[in-house]
């Protein structure tokens, strides 16, 4: 009887589907560029349908994944060989965003199949359904974050993305640790939202309308330039904005929150969310923010707060993850850099920089989570990378990682830190290359110690031992990062080309 219902619900949601998915197509021209958002929240109802009668495997969740992203990122595909450009009171669709979105897609699914492929029904790395649904119900708040081009539409997605980290975070229950950081994500997550919604509230009292297009037209008004206001809220919607993104003085939480959560959560925090809010942020800046000289400077300070504080505190720190907390600060603060310079060519150069470090990082999560699934046991040291040299193949992996995150030529990290170089010293900004660079050698000093416990380390470590089935991904991963590696060294113009053609 259950089987039965279950078929029944299936088969009714399945023709209801299709019905949506040919009159999105064919029918509808303007829904039709939004058509793969709808597509996304449509299998994530579907999904929780079919958990609410069956209990979902691992392998059920994975492969419903596969599907969802296949189909969304194919709309995509479709809707990038007609001309997008939709900019109206709610949403907003280009052709940059779609380049964004599907990156974002292929991100969390190399944290869906980590899940899966990891898979230890004595651990955490189990991809159970309601982990499963959580990640979806954040990656579609992430998409709504992307289409949004209204402050409440804005809002919701923010929230509803926020909502289901909270819950991941504090998501190992009898661990005191990750309830801990569960509790204090949700706390200032909480303040951020409240300051971000404040600022909203403030213009609209100005504007009397919370649409991007219309705040973009009312600044540029000769009378409006130093209303308390609009200063008001733009620096409340500011500060919510350096929360998320991680940036200092706003970057406190991260450590905590990072060293607390269980470690694929950390993973998905590092990698997943980061991307889409900075689009956000690129396309704030440009709107509103490009417009007072004074936000430029806010943004340098901040930025160069952002790389001397996590530098200083990575060089301290013996936990893992806190250090990669501490880079992904130091990072965020190379991106924002740019993106202050020149809102249009900085801006690529912050997308160029932030790929090569989603891709770094990934590598080095890899690598982190590999050595916690296996017999050895790991402390979260950085004394823990020293089993890692009884493996001569993932040893040379992680270091090609940690030297592309240093900037060490002739890795892919090198040539995004030498692009904010130069448009430092094209803008006239000498003394803070200067001090940027200085900083850069630095930082050199806290991966190099990583590299040393690995090949120079004198005591005697337990091998790592794999199992059979991720042996099989440890050489896939390693050949395509090291595919992309060199497509960055070998294909680097092309590829920041396209980009710079994307972002003017």
């Given at each position: 009887?259950?089987?039965?219902?279950?078929?029944?619900?299936?088969?009714?949601?399945?023709?209801?589907?299709?019905?949506?998915?040919?009159?999105?197509?064919?029918?509808?021209?303007?829904?039709?560029?939004?058509?793969?958002?709808?597509?996304?929240?449509?299998?994530?109802?579907?999904?929780?349908?079919?958990?609410?009668?069956?209990?979902?495997?691992?392998?059920?969740?994975?492969?419903?994944?596969?599907?969802?992203?296949?189909?969304?990122?194919?709309?995509?595909?479709?809707?990038?060989?007609?001309?997008?450009?939709?900019?109206?009171?709610?949403?907003?669709?280009?052709?940059?965003?779609?380049?964004?979105?599907?990156?974002?897609?292929?991100?969390?699914?190399?944290?869906?199949?980590?899940?899966?492929?990891?898979?230890?029904?004595?651990?955490?790395?189990?991809?159970?359904?309601?982990?499963?649904?959580?990640?979806?119900?954040?990656?579609?708040?992430?998409?709504?974050?992307?289409?949004?081009?209204?402050?409440?539409?804005?809002?919701?997605?923010?929230?509803?993305?926020?909502?289901?980290?909270?819950?991941?975070?504090?998501?190992?229950?009898?661990?005191?640790?990750?309830?801990?950081?569960?509790?204090?994500?949700?706390?200032?997550?909480?303040?951020?939202?409240?300051?971000?919604?404040?600022?909203?509230?403030?213009?609209?009292?100005?504007s009397g309308s919370l649409s991007f297009n219309d705040?973009?037209?009312?600044?540029?008004?000769?009378?409006?330039?130093?209303?308390?206001?609009?200063?008001?809220?733009?620096?409340?919607?500011?500060?919510?904005?350096?929360?998320?993104?991680?940036?200092?003085?706003?970057?406190?939480?991260?450590?905590?929150?990072?060293?607390?959560?269980?470690?694929?959560?950390?993973?998905?925090?590092?990698?997943?969310?980061?991307?889409?809010?900075?689009?956000?942020?690129?396309?704030?800046?440009?709107?509103?923010?490009?417009?007072?000289?004074?936000?430029?400077?806010?943004?340098?300070?901040?930025?160069?707060?952002?790389?001397?504080?996590?530098?200083?505190?990575?060089?301290?720190?013996?936990?893992?993850?806190?250090?990669?907390?501490?880079?992904?600060?130091?990072?965020?603060?190379?991106?924002?850099?740019?993106?202050?310079?020149?809102?249009?060519?900085?801006?690529?150069?912050?997308?160029?920089?932030?790929?090569?470090?989603?891709?770094?990082?990934?590598?080095?999560?890899?690598?982190?989570?590999?050595?916690?699934?296996?017999?050895?046991?790991?402390?979260?040291?950085?004394?823990?990378?020293?089993?890692?040299?009884?493996?001569k193949l993932l040893a040379l992996m992680t270091i090609?990682?940690?030297?592309?995150?240093?900037?060490?030529?002739?890795?892919?990290?090198?040539?995004?830190?030498?692009?904010?170089?130069?448009?430092?010293?094209?803008?006239?900004?000498?003394i803070i290359c200067l001090l940027v660079l200085l900083?850069?050698?630095?930082?050199?000093?806290?991966?190099?110690?990583?590299?040393?416990?690995?090949?120079?380390?004198?005591?005697?470590?337990?091998?790592?031992?794999?199992?059979?089935?991720?042996?099989?991904?440890?050489?896939?991963?390693?050949?395509?990062?090291?595919?992309?590696?060199?497509?960055?060294?070998?294909?680097?113009?092309?590829?920041?080309?396209?980009?710079?053609?994307?972002?003017?």
């Open positions: 009887m259950k089987e039965l219902i279950i078929f029944i619900i299936s088969t009714i949601y399945g023709l209801i589907y299709l019905n949506l998915y040919v009159s999105l197509i064919y029918y509808n021209n303007f829904i039709f560029f939004f058509s793969p958002e709808l597509i996304f929240l449509y299998g994530i109802i579907g999904i929780f349908i079919y958990g609410l009668f069956s209990k979902m495997s691992s392998h059920e969740c994975f492969l419903s994944y596969c599907i969802i992203m296949y189909m969304v990122i194919k709309q995509y595909i479709i809707i990038l060989k007609s001309e997008v450009d939709i900019n109206t009171d709610f949403w907003f669709v280009n052709e940059k965003s779609i380049y964004i979105k599907i990156i974002m897609l292929i991100s969390s699914f190399i944290v869906i199949l980590i899940m899966y492929l990891l898979e230890d029904k004595n651990s955490e790395l189990v991809l159970s359904f309601e982990t499963y649904l959580l990640i979806l119900l954040c990656m579609s708040g992430l998409l709504i974050i992307m289409v949004s081009n209204n402050f409440f539409v804005l809002y919701l997605g923010i929230e509803l993305q926020s909502l289901a980290i909270y819950i991941l975070c504090c998501f190992k229950r009898f661990s005191n640790k990750s309830v801990e950081a569960g509790l204090k994500y949700f706390i200032y997550g909480s303040f951020a939202s409240l300051l971000l919604l404040l600022g909203i509230s403030y213009i609209y009292l100005l705040l973009n037209l009312l600044i540029n008004l000769d009378n409006i330039d130093n209303h308390i206001l609009l200063h008001l809220s733009l620096i409340c919607i500011l500060i919510g904005l350096f929360f998320k993104l991680a940036i200092a003085p706003f970057h406190w939480w991260l450590a905590e929150i990072f060293e607390g959560s269980p470690d694929l959560i950390t993973f998905f925090l590092a990698i997943v969310p980061k991307l889409p809010l900075f689009f956000l942020f690129y396309k704030l800046y440009s709107l509103f923010y490009a417009h007072f000289i004074l936000y430029m400077y806010i943004l340098l300070f901040c930025s160069l707060m952002s790389i001397i504080i996590g530098t200083i505190l990575a060089l301290y720190t013996v936990k893992l993850k806190k250090l990669f907390a501490y880079s992904s600060i130091v990072h965020m603060g190379y991106v924002l850099l740019a993106l202050c310079l020149d809102s249009n060519l900085g801006g690529a150069i912050s997308f160029y920089y932030f790929l090569i470090y989603i891709l770094s990082t990934i590598n080095i999560f890899i690598i982190y989570l590999v050595m916690k699934n296996t017999q050895v046991v790991v402390s979260g040291n950085i004394t823990d990378l020293a089993h890692l040299k009884n493996n090609v990682s940690l030297l592309s995150l240093a900037g060490v030529p002739p890795f892919m990290g090198f040539y995004g830190k030498l692009l904010v170089f130069n448009i430092l010293i094209s803008s006239g900004n000498y900083l850069s050698i630095l930082s050199c000093v806290y991966y190099i110690r990583l590299a040393r416990f690995i090949f120079f380390d004198d005591r005697n470590y337990e091998p790592i031992t794999f199992q059979k089935k991720i042996s099989i991904y440890i050489y896939i991963s390693i050949a395509i990062f090291f595919f992309l590696n060199f497509s960055f060294l070998f294909f680097q113009e092309p590829i920041l080309l396209f980009i710079i053609y994307l972002f003017i």
